[in-house]
């Protein structure tokens, strides 16, 4: 089973330019200075490519939204993966 | 009944106390009669109030279409439509050149509509997406009508709507300091709006502009004084709104049924990017979310700019205030309104991306939290969005007249 996570902290590590970056699944915009909607157009374009799947406008909008984590980016991975199986 | 009115207020008192005290099938019908009777109170014509309601009943049945084929097309055909619907109701210019002689069209409802029209497209982009999962169509035509925030916002989410109406998530917590901090607010609120706002109107630059036969003149004595009745006019408007958003998040929030936070302290922003954050924070959220990620995703996937990523954001920046100017007004003022906003955020994007490819990140952060640079970059951003807001203010006519006047009066 793939490893979302430390796949995703692959993608931030490489978009935010920071080799030593930790993220966890409680990491949310709040704990990172640079994570602005720009860098997010970065992150969605590397997670598509990472991942080989398409993020749909809403689920943009909801990954976006106040007290979301980089846990709620990896459950949504999760479930896009599990359904293109 | 006029903005936070008396019958405003009597009708938000009455429904704070209804529905804290119920749930259900009561609490949605009653909810529901208060907001069409307040939105009659406004339309005070069948045509109008039709308008209205059908383009709420369009908007539910083009989500229940797109969440049954979540197809992309789809989605954009009905996004289209909408947009069309809205260009039409709002009465931009281009309709008239279409449409010259309908005189239907003057009594179609604009009223609450520009936040309406970024409710219902919400919606069904959502529910194409499949983030809402049920949509029933009484929360959503309460959603949609929602009294409190019908003609100026904020921009609630629905699925943010829906979880406080059925009590996944609380509005307020049940204690008697939260609801008395919901009180206070709604006071202050009213301080703002009807003291503080009215003290300044007098003094600010929508009220010292006269156009007659003879021109456009402004009520001044000095270039300092201009300057001043400009600032004035950002103050101006922020005790305006704010206090009318503190009243509306007051109120909401007693009913179970909180807001999203509009205003942060924006005469601290630090850049334009920050300035959008902190003022109108639904308005940019939801731009956010509907217009500049679709924007620069397209454009990123699109193989005509895949050799030119950096204009990209530029790209859907210009976009994104481009729909900003047009939606806040029909004027041409409005557009440059937007445009300028645009022009500025690509502005610090440059300025961003150059000093941190020259520094690196770490050192530009570092450069930026500095105690000076951090004065002017606040120093900078208040000069620069209080003159934007001249286009905010004045016609597209007026414009040329106010510079003339600020730079050949004496200070």
Redesign the interface.
């Known amino acids: 089973m793939r490893d979302v996570l430390n796949e995703v902290q692959a993608v931030f590590r490489d978009v ?3 080799d030593e970056l930790v993220i966890g699944r409680a990491t949310s915009a709040d704990d990172l ?2 994570w ?3 860098a ?2 970065g992150l ?2 590397a997670i598509e490519r990472a991942f080989g799947v398409k ?8 990954l ?3 007290r979301q984590t980089v846990g709620d980016l990896v459950d949504l991975l999760e479930r896009k993966l599990a359904a293109s199986g | 009944m006029s903005l936070l009115s008396a019958k405003f207020l009597a009708l938000a008192f009455l429904s704070a106390i209804v529905l804290s005290a119920s749930r259900g099938r009561i609490a949605t019908l009653f909810f529901l009669g208060v907001n069409v009777v307040f939105a009659w109170s406004y339309l005070q014509d069948p045509v109008g109030l039709g308008s209205t309601l059908g383009l709420c009943v369009a908007g539910f049945f083009f989500a229940r279409w797109t969440a049954r084929l979540r197809s992309a097309r789809a989605t954009a055909c009905a996004v289209s439509t909408l947009v069309i619907a809205f260009v039409v109701l709002r009465g931009y210019d281009i309709v008239r050149v279409f449409l010259p002689d309908v005189e239907l069209l003057d009594r179609l409802s604009t009223v609450g509509l520009s936040f309406l029209f970024f409710k219902i497209v919400h919606v069904v982009v959502d529910s194409a997406g499949g983030t809402i999962e049920s949509l029933r169509f009484h929360s959503y035509l309460n959603y949609c009508l929602n009294f409190t925030t019908f003609l100026m916002g904020p921009i609630q989410r629905y699925q943010d709507f829906t979880d406080q109406w059925e009590r996944k998530q609380r509005a307020l917590a049940p204690t008697f300091e939260a609801h008395l901090g919901a009180v206070n607010r709604v006071l202050r609120g009213l301080v703002k709006k009807f003291v503080l706002a009215e003290a300044l109107a007098p003094y600010a630059l929508h009220s010292r502009v006269a156009s007659g036969p003879d021109g456009v003149a402004f009520d001044v004595g000095s270039s300092g004084e201009l300057v001043v009745a400009t600032y004035l006019f950002y103050f101006f408007l922020y005790f305006d709104f704010s206090g009318y958003c503190d009243v509306v998040i007051g109120f909401g929030s007693l009913m179970g049924i909180k807001p999203p936070e509009n205003f942060r302290t924006p005469f601290l922003s630090r850049n334009v990017s920050d300035y959008w954050k902190r003022v109108h924070g639904s308005l940019t959220s939801w731009l956010t979310d509907y217009v500049f990620n679709p924007l620069s995703m397209a454009a990123m996937r699109s193989r005509l700019l895949a050799s030119r990523r950096t204009l990209v954001i530029p790209i859907a920046l210009m976009g994104t205030m481009f729909v900003s100017g047009v939606w806040h007004g029909t004027s041409l003022a409005f557009l440059c309104f937007g445009l300028i906003h645009g022009v500025m955020l690509i502005a610090h994007h440059v300025y961003r991306e150059f000093l941190s490819a020259r520094m690196g990140r770490k050192r530009f952060a570092a450069f930026s939290s500095q105690p000076l640079v951090h004065a002017c970059a606040v120093l900078v951003t208040f000069q620069v969005t209080s003159f934007a807001y001249v286009f905010f203010v004045l016609e597209i006519e007026e414009i040329g007249p106010f510079v003339t006047t600020l730079l050949s009066l004496g200070s």
């Open positions: 935010f330019g920071d200075d640079d602005n909607s720009i997010n157009i969605f374009v993020l749909a406008t809403a689920e943009m909008a909801q976006t939204r106040e």
